[in-house]
Structure formats: structure tokens, C-alpha cells
């Protein structure tokens, strides 16, 4: 890592953002660690890490955002927002809303285009979303990680909302899976009668004190009660078990979203997907529209306990690249279950 200097202009619709605080996610571990293909290292690299933080305005060149405005950083940036042409053509759901997390030009911080770890972003003013101010810092980071769980449940909304039966499974037993299972608990109200955890890791479950909690090692998948909706968020080598131990539990008619990153190509059971009727949905970005309602539903004070669990007892300063260099490798080498939190001010280096 080396430190660098970007002059970058300001346009009308722009905000500039001094970043105060950013989570690390796997993602920019495998890039800090060089666990992506070769290909895709030359094609992204060299960048700014981090997409998962929140910062405070200190130019506007936007009516919906003011200087000193506390704000949400959206890493998802549409590509029209940058002038990368028109907004594409697209065959799904609501056009606008999928353009707007799936668009082919749009363009992701920490993903081939600069991220939060720089001490000031230029960001479209859309990208830069206001924090009420009954939200501390703290639960307002865990936003871009609650919106990509919000954006893949909200491919099921009609399902859990319909009926007071409809039954979930989530896979995984860290962050994301985390995350999704509180969202299901506190956004859509499901509890342990409705809602069960599937891990691996003992300890790791016992976290989920909201939901029925179930080992995956002595489940016997074939035979139980089937489950409507199943959300997969392992990820990596894990996600063939568990998308696979998640066709067995699904029931006929059934939805598997498909949310854990895999580096390869994962074989599953198509035998019984088409069997049983399954549609799969992929999500793992969200955009804008996502990011209010995500805050709105993060004002409750009980979801905020939920969140508070994946918290870490302090945050990590980061006054220079030493520093960031430093959590970067402590990250990459001690996996935690709480995510790490990386507090900036650039300005005393
Ligand atoms: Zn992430």
C-alpha cells in the first residue's frame, strides 16, 4: 500500500465527504491479501480500500445535502450519476429500482473504483444519504451491510408479508448472516417459531438469541419440515453444503436467495430445483432507495441492541497508512466475529 494524491473536480450534484468511521468487510480483505484471481487484481488494482462507512459533508454542490450533514456513504454508484451514458434496458422487476443496484456501468468503491480509506470523497449527492440524528455512528456504519440484506429480502417482501406462516432458513453464521436474520426478525417481524439460523460454529450461533438456532453437522435436511424461504449467506467454500442442504429444505414452490460470494463456480442440485418449482434469486449490493428505509427501520431501539452484538468493544484509530496498514493485517490474520471499525482522522498524520 502506498499513500497517493488525487486532484479530483467537484461537480454540480456533488458532495465531498471526510469519512468517520468504516467497517472492513471480507471483500477488501481478499484484495488487501491478493486472494482474487490474477486477472481481476490487474484490472482493479491499484485503489482505495473500504465500502462500509459512514462521514460528514464538507462541500456541497447539491440542495439535498448540506455542510456538516452526517452521512451514509452508498458505495453502489449508478453509472448515469457519473455520466457513464444512459441508464440501461432491463427485463426484471420494478426497472428503475433494478437498474439502480444491477446497472452494468454502475461502478462500486472498493471494487475497481476508489473507496472510503481515502480522507475525502467526491460522491454524486444521491450516494450521500443523511443520518437522522437519533442514530449514533456506530449502528449508522452497519448501514451498507443492512441494505444488501434489505435489497435481497425485498425479493420476497410479498411472501413474508402475506402470510403469518411463511417459514425462513438462514445459512450462516457470521456478519451477513447475522444481519439478514435480525432484518427478518425486526423489520418483518418473524420470530423462533418462524425464523431458524443453520451454522456451523456453536459459539457463533448462540449470538442469534432472536431465532431457532440449528448445527448444520447433525441436521438431517432430507426429512424435516420444509421451509419457504431459504437465504444463503456462507459464502466461499461453504456455499455449495449449504445452497445444496438448502434445495433439500426447501418446500415445493419454494425461494432460495443466494447472497455468500464464491471465487468458483459452486455445482448444485438442478435435479431438485426443478423438481420442486424453486426460483433462486442473487443479491449481494443494494442502492439508495434501500439505505432510507434501512435507517428509518434502525430508529428502533430494540434492533439496535440486535445490531449492537457484531459490534466491537472499541473501535480501531487510524491516524495514518501505518495504522491502516497495521488493522488491515491484524484483520486478515485474526478473524473476529464482531466486525472491526476503523475510526479516521487523517488530519493528525
Ligand atoms: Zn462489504
Not at 134 to 163: D, F, G, W
Not at 210 to 237: H, M, P, W
Request: proline fraction near 4%.
Amino acid at each position: 500500500m502506498e499513500e497517493v494524491t488525487v486532484n479530483r473536480t467537484i461537480n454540480e450534484g456533488e458532495v465531498v465527504v471526510e469519512p468517520l468511521i468504516a467497517s472492513i468487510c471480507h471483500a477488501d480483505l481478499r484484495y488487501f491479501m491478493g486472494q482474487r484471481k490474477p486477472e481481476v487484481l490487474t484490472k482493479k488494482l491499484p485503489m482505495a480500500l473500504l465500502h462500509e462507512g459512514i462521514g460528514r459533508v464538507v462541500e456541497s454542490k447539491s440542495n439535498s445535502v448540506s455542510v456538516g450533514d452526517r452521512v451514509v456513504i452508498v458505495p453502489n454508484i449508478p453509472g448515469h450519476l457519473l455520466k457513464k451514458g444512459h441508464p440501461e434496458e432491463c427485463s426484471s422487476y420494478s426497472q428503475q429500482e433494478f437498474i439502480a443496484n444491477y446497472g452494468e456501468k454502475n461502478v462500486f468503491l472498493g471494487s475497481g473504483y476508489d473507496g472510503i480509506a481515502q480522507n475525502r470523497l467526491v460522491l454524486p449527492a444521491e450516494c450521500a444519504i443523511p443520518i437522522p440524528d437519533s442514530l449514533p455512528n456506530e449502528i449508522a456504519v452497519l448501514s451498507e451491510l443492512c441494505t444488501v440484506s434489505y435489497h435481497a429480502l425485498s425479493r420476497v417482501k410479498q411472501k413474508l408479508e402475506s402470510s403469518q406462516n411463511t417459514t425462513v432458513a438462514v445459512f450462516g453464521d457470521g456478519p451477513v448472516g447475522y444481519l439478514t436474520a435480525a432484518m427478518i426478525h425486526h423489520v418483518y417481524n418473524l420470530g423462533p417459531e418462524r425464523l431458524t439460523v443453520f451454522g456451523a460454529i456453536d459459539e457463533k450461533l448462540k449470538q442469534f438469541t432472536f431465532a431457532s438456532r440449528k448445527l448444520v453437522q447433525n441436521y438431517d435436511f432430507k426429512s424435516s419440515k420444509k421451509v419457504d424461504i431459504i437465504v444463503e449467506c456462507t459464502g466461499g467454500a461453504f456455499s455449495e453444503h449449504a445452497i445444496n442442504q438448502g434445495i433439500d429444505l426447501a418446500a415445493r414452490g419454494g425461494t432460495i436467495i443466494l447472497m455468500g460470494v464464491s471465487e468458483d463456480r459452486v455445482p448444485i442440485n438442478t435435479r431438485d430445483v426443478l423438481e420442486k418449482g424453486l426460483s433462486l434469486y442473487g443479491s449481494s449490493r443494494s442502492s439508495s432507495a434501500d439505505y432510507h428505509a434501512v435507517m428509518k427501520a434502525m430508529e428502533n431501539i430494540e434492533y439496535q441492541k440486535t445490531l449492537r452484538a457484531i459490534l466491537p468493544k472499541s473501535n480501531t484509530p487510524i491516524h495514518n497508512l501505518s495504522d491502516f496498514q497495521t488493522a488491515m493485517k491484524s484483520a486478515s490474520e485474526h478473524r473476529h466475529w464482531e466486525k472491526i471499525i476503523l475510526d479516521f482522522d487523517w488530519s493528525a498524520s
